[in-house]
């Protein structure tokens, strides 16, 4: 199984940046796709950007231009830069990993715990 854990959320000014890290652990056989999702109050979850472990991305239109995803496969990490953040990015983000498991090299995929992106002046 993988574990996701996240970090470097918090609060932030509109206008400001935050980069946010997620680093798979635990048994699998190999990562494939990493992304990252949200969820804010009272709406459901919703795709922020995602990348696959050949290098493509795949970002919401509201996070186009101003959010980049990355990831170190070596390290089992993705990243997340946010920059230009406005209130409306304010939300719980969390980490996403479809991986193929050891032995039976099974699809599946986990999730983080997520983590608080709060943007406020």
């Known amino acids: 199984q993988v574990q996701l854990v996240e970090s470097g959320g918090g609060l932030v000014q509109p206008g400001g940046s935050l980069r946010l890290s997620c680093s798979a652990s635990?048994?699998?056989?190999?990562?494939?796709?990493m992304g990252w999702y949200r969820q804010a109050p009272g709406n459901q979850r919703e795709l922020v950007a995602t990348?696959?472990?050949?290098?493509?991305?795949n970002y919401a239109d509201s996070t186009k231009g101003r959010f980049t995803i990355s990831r170190d496969n070596a390290k089992n990490t993705v990243y997340l830069q946010m920059n230009s953040l406005k209130p409306e990015d304010t939300a719980v983000y969390s980490c996403h990993a479809a991986y193929m498991t050891e032995i039976t090299l099974r699809l599946s995929e986990a999730w983080g715990q997520g983590t608080q992106v709060t943007v406020s002046s």
């Open positions: 635990g048994s699998f056989f190999r990562i494939n796709d």
């Open positions: 990348l696959t472990r050949g290098g493509s991305t």
